[in-house]
């Protein structure tokens, strides 16, 4: 069965970095895009960024554009988001998932899902 986890999460300043790794195992052939969401309490969860694995392409939601970056390790099979000038509003849990991406879109496909690993951002 397909597996992913997530790592990376902590607790860090205004300004600061994380960077998360989404790591993929068992069966993963048929995915096609792996991405990010966030979700804090109280709010609505919101797509954050997707990466293609087959064409390439990613997107980002708007609130991260210039700050978020998405990049993949097809050899570890790992999908990795450096957070730069992380702001307040960015603390949610965030998880990755399967699905697919493209310039337009971001949708979580097929049920896989990791358990999410938790950003904070506070002084």
């Known amino acids: 069965q397909p597996h992913l986890v997530e790592s990376g999460g902590g607790l860090v300043q205004p300004g600061g970095s994380l960077r998360l790794s989404c790591a993929a195992s068992g069966f993963t052939s048929g995915f096609y895009a792996i991405g990010w969401f966030r979700q804090a309490p109280g709010k609505e969860r919101e797509g954050v960024s997707c990466i293609s694995l087959t064409t390439g392409n990613t997107n980002y939601a708007d609130s991260v554009k210039g700050r978020f970056t998405i990049s993949e390790d097809n050899a570890k099979n790992t999908v990795f988001l450096q957070m730069n000038m992380l702001k307040p509003e960015d603390k949610a849990m965030y998880y990755c998932?399967?699905?697919?991406?493209?310039?337009?879109?971001?949708?979580?496909?097929?049920?896989?899902w990791g358990p999410g690993t938790q950003v904070s951002v506070s002084s």
């Open positions: 998932a399967a699905g697919y991406c493209s310039d337009e879109q971001w949708v979580p496909l097929g049920g896989a």
